[in-house]
């Protein structure tokens, strides 16, 4: 009789054991929250060439808005999860990089420039909107390029796998045809204008203020007045609800707070002010507990 039972009892008895073994003392939690809870780490991944949201300074440390917030993140996630200590660790993520990082478990939290959209959320998770921006170009002021019409048949540098890129291609539908150039970085793609590469580089506006007026003397370089797209940006996440909530409840609280003032002013020149789209991601995102 026990001969009979052993084949059809031997999967379930590796079965129990692989589970066993997988939650034993040395085993790293699948779950972002248990795994954080037990390492007291938290892997937090920017980009070095996001300017203003997420950059390496001047001193070679993190600095941006995004890294701002994460920050506030990481000390709400170290309040909530009741740790006594939490250790920030910065990974340096790429556009191209960065969502493979996240799902492949490098950086528990991305703190960049972030779009959200459906398609990428079929892989990661996204945070409450953080912030709302839109895509355009620069091009040199002595060129003829102004207007998105005016980019067809043009070579317009993009990161590849953004969201730009795929507003530019869509662009044809309306007779406009760019000829792509691929980079890497935004300051790759503002070098290629500069040094005749491409005729323009197109990618999140605000990051180009920051690359223009942070950028080398020489040929100046001028900011298209279109809007490509409109879109929100998020701190990205692997696809766990606990952790969403977790972060979604920093944010909030940075939010209802009046804390977001503070990172603010700490990541934008003096005298800057939030845009009515901004202030409005604000109010709509301060949830009450």
Do not use: H
Request: proline share 6%; hydrophobic share 40%.
């Amino acid at each position: 009789m026990y001969s009979r039972l052993l084949p059809l009892l031997a999967p379930l008895l590796v079965s129990t054991l692989l589970a066993a073994c997988a939650s034993g003392p040395g085993a790293v939690p699948r779950d972002p929250l248990a795994r954080i809870s037990q390492s007291q780490t938290l892997r937090l991944g920017y980009r070095e060439d996001a300017k203003p949201f997420s950059y390496k300074g001047a001193d070679g440390a993190p600095s941006g808005y995004s890294v701002e917030l994460c920050k506030r993140v990481a000390s709400s996630l170290q309040a909530q999860l009741k740790l006594a200590k939490l250790d920030v660790q910065w990974v340096p993520v790429t556009a191209t990089t960065r969502m493979q990082a996240v799902t492949d478990g490098s950086i528990d939290l991305e703190c960049g420039s972030t779009s959200r959209t459906l398609g990428r959320e079929k892989q990661v998770d996204f945070s409450n909107p953080i912030w709302v921006e839109g895509s355009s170009f620069v091009s040199l002021a002595t060129s003829s390029i102004a207007r998105a019409v005016d980019l067809n048949a043009k070579r317009v540098a993009v990161i590849p796998g953004t969201t730009t890129e795929q507003v530019l291609r869509g662009l044809s539908s309306r007779g406009i045809v760019p000829v792509f150039v691929a980079v890497q970085t935004s300051s790759e793609g503002i070098a290629a204008v500069r040094g005749g590469r491409a005729d323009a580089f197109a990618t999140d506006s605000l990051i180009l203020v920051g690359e223009v007026t942070g950028g080398p003397a020489g040929a100046t370089l001028r900011l298209s007045d279109d809007y490509l797209s409109m879109e929100s940006y998020s701190l990205m996440m692997r696809r766990d609800p606990d952790m969403r909530l977790a972060v979604n409840r920093a944010l909030a609280e940075t939010y209802r707070s009046g804390e977001i003032a503070k990172v603010f002013r700490q990541s934008f020149p003096a005298g800057t002010a939030p845009s009515a789209l901004v202030e409005a991601v604000y109010v709509l995102n301060a949830l009450p507990e």
